[in-house]
């Protein structure tokens, strides 16, 4: 199975911060990578598929990057809903795995 | 509106079996590849098993820590998802969220709130 590995686990920011997530591949998965968003208690939302196609109604800030085995996840001018855990999951091939997910608090 | 409603979820001892369903509406339900993920409590996202549509003749694929214990399942005419699980761990515990596989390249594009299964003796 394909490993997902993201980085950082978590980070702290503030309101109106850029932030980027990584997420590597542990092998090629060209550009089939997609991004959620999770709040406590709730349902993921897909945010982006395709690396870097952003999903209808979500906001413009969010962006992806990325291809083969590197892409990253980023956040431009941080807002208070967007206080959540991130993940990265590949649907190159079966078994789809996800990275281990990246927390951003507030500082 | 896109909406998936799972039920079925419980507490079920070790070996024991569980059934969960998933409602949806709100959009074409045989159009589309249907997911289940899970969440074990305070833990990430895993993939568990996904069926294709009848014109694929609803062929179905499995994470490996479920395969030979769990089988996926549809019901068109009643727009319905099910998950039969068997053999339950204690591993297996978590949130049972179904999915929708949206038409951009196979990844989930709407999600239940989940069921939670409860493994334990």
């Known amino acids: 199975a394909i490993r997902m590995t993201q980085s950082p686990s978590s980070l702290s920011a503030t309101t109106g911060d850029r932030v980027t997530i990584a997420c590597r591949a542990s092998?090629?998965?060209?550009?089939?990578l997609a991004w959620y968003q999770q709040k406590p208690g709730k349902a993921p939302k897909l945010l982006i598929y395709g690396a870097s196609t952003l999903q209808s109604g979500v906001p413009s800030r969010f962006s992806g990057s990325g291809s083969g085995t590197d892409f990253s996840l980023t956040i431009t001018y941080l807002q208070s809903e967007d206080f959540a855990t991130y993940y990265c999951q590949h649907y190159s091939s079966y078994p789809l795995t996800f990275g281990g997910g990246t927390k951003v608090e507030i500082k | 509106e896109v909406q998936l409603v799972e039920s079925g979820g419980g507490l079920v001892q070790p070996g024991g079996s569980l059934r969960l369903s998933c409602a949806a509406s709100g959009f074409i339900f045989s159009d589309y590849f249907m997911d289940w993920v899970r969440q074990a409590p305070g833990k990430g996202l895993e993939w568990v098993a996904r069926i294709r549509i009848k014109a694929d003749s609803y062929t179905t694929e499995y994470a490996a820590s479920v395969i030979d214990r769990f089988s996926i399942s549809r019901d068109d005419s009643e727009n319905s998802l099910f998950l039969q699980m068997n053999s339950l761990e204690i591993e297996d515990t978590a949130v049972y969220h179904c999915?929708?596989?949206?038409?951009?390249?196979?990844?989930?594009?709407?999600w239940g709130q989940g069921a939670l299964v409860t493994v334990s003796s």
């Open positions: 092998q090629d998965i060209n550009i089939y």
């Open positions: 999915a929708r596989v949206g038409r951009n390249g196979g990844t989930t594009d709407y």
